[in-house]
């Protein structure tokens, strides 16, 4: 249904009993005149009223008269509203440079406790998923609202070789939208290559979801934490590009010092250092936003801060409805008053 047609049903609705009303007024006017003994006693009384009663019905005319106009060039506000986020996935890094010790008491345990504690922060009604990658993505705990269970699966996340961060995210997306025909057979190899993504053929359920603008899934986020640079799998600008088809937004959280650590895994010495760059475009292309963090305690007030933009989203709303009310009720209020003290609308 249309606003137009929505609002014309309500003014049908209303309108019996806006006429019922100024029935119900003129009646009374008419009995309280009965009871007068003369116009002169009638004349006296109106002299007698005093000038605010008078001017307070013109008054709420024209303030009525400006809300309608107000509300006919279709206004609109940012406003902040419950959000209608259903799912949140967690798609974490446990790649060998988590256990840097840049952090304390390293990367990997202090990303654990604040992931463990958003999780605990977010409604009772949002199900969380977990994703973890390192050389390969792995989907650890499918989206539950059993808090219990994720966080069992945050606390068994295993180091890995390799930094697939393109790959978790598609990973992600694939739990976010099970049905969608998302490939993952092939994405778990040693050399990068596309997103094979197949839209059902009859456009019905999550494949339909990929003609959407960028942002406008309103239903799931995910949530992408990377201490490194990606070295294999899915090019994360792919993945992020994928995820704007599909309208949903990526929140990239990128972890560790700035000047990065040596840490020493599988026999190899590596120096690890954030890719910014790369977690910021991410989530510019998703409409998400990007957080950096280098201690734990810095990381636990992102995710609060997170917790903050899931929970409530800030929206463009149009404000017609609300303006058309007020004049209506004005408008309505002006003509009782006029009938009640004058026996007419002025």
Do not use: C
């Not at 009993?17 to 309280?32: I, K």
């Not at 190899?189 to 960028?214: F, L, Q, Y």
Request: charged share 20%; glycine share 8%; no cysteine.
């Amino acid at each position: 249904m249309s606003f137009l047609a929505g609002e014309a049903l309500w003014l049908l609705g209303v309108l019996p009993l806006l006429v019922a009303a100024h029935r119900w007024l003129l009646r009374r006017h008419r009995r309280w005149s009965l009871h007068v003994s003369s116009l002169a006693i009638a004349r006296a009384a109106d002299r007698a009223a005093s000038r605010w009663r008078r001017r307070i019905p013109p008054a709420l005319l024209l303030a009525g008269l400006a809300a309608l106009i107000v509300g006919m060039a279709r206004p609109t506000a940012v406003v902040d509203i419950a959000s209608e986020q259903q799912t949140v996935v967690l798609a974490m890094d446990v790649s060998g440079s988590m256990q840097a010790h840049d952090v304390w008491p390293d990367r990997l345990t202090a990303s654990q406790r604040a992931a463990k504690d958003f999780v605990s922060g977010l409604p009772a009604e949002v199900r969380v998923g977990v994703v973890t990658y390192g050389g390969t993505a792995h989907v650890v705990q499918p989206p539950t609202r059993s808090r219990g269970d994720v966080l069992t699966a945050i606390d068994r996340f295993a180091l890995q070789p390799g930094t697939a961060i393109g790959s978790g995210l598609v990973y992600a997306l694939a739990t976010v939208f099970p049905r969608a025909g998302i490939d993952l057979e092939s994405l778990n190899s040693k050399s990068r290559r596309s997103v094979n993504v197949r839209v059902r053929d009859d456009g019905i359920g999550e494949g339909a979801a990929s003609r959407v603008e960028p942002g406008s899934f309103r239903s799931a986020v995910i949530v992408l934490l990377s201490d490194g640079q990606n070295t294999t799998g899915v090019d994360p600008i792919e993945a992020a590009e994928l995820a704007a088809r599909l309208g949903v937004r990526v929140y990239t959280v990128g972890f560790g010092t700035p000047e990065g650590d040596v840490v020493v895994f599988g026999g190899w010495t590596v120096r690890v250092k954030l890719d910014e760059a790369t977690l910021r475009e991410m989530a510019a292309i998703t409409r998400g936003e990007y957080f950096h963090a280098a201690s734990g305690q810095e990381l636990e007030r992102v995710y609060g801060t997170m917790t903050s933009r899931i929970a409530v989203e800030r929206r463009d709303t149009e404000l017609t409805a609300f303006f058309a009310a007020v004049g209506a009720a004005l408008l309505l209020l002006a003509s009782a008053l006029s009938v009640w003290w004058y026996g007419r609308v002025a």
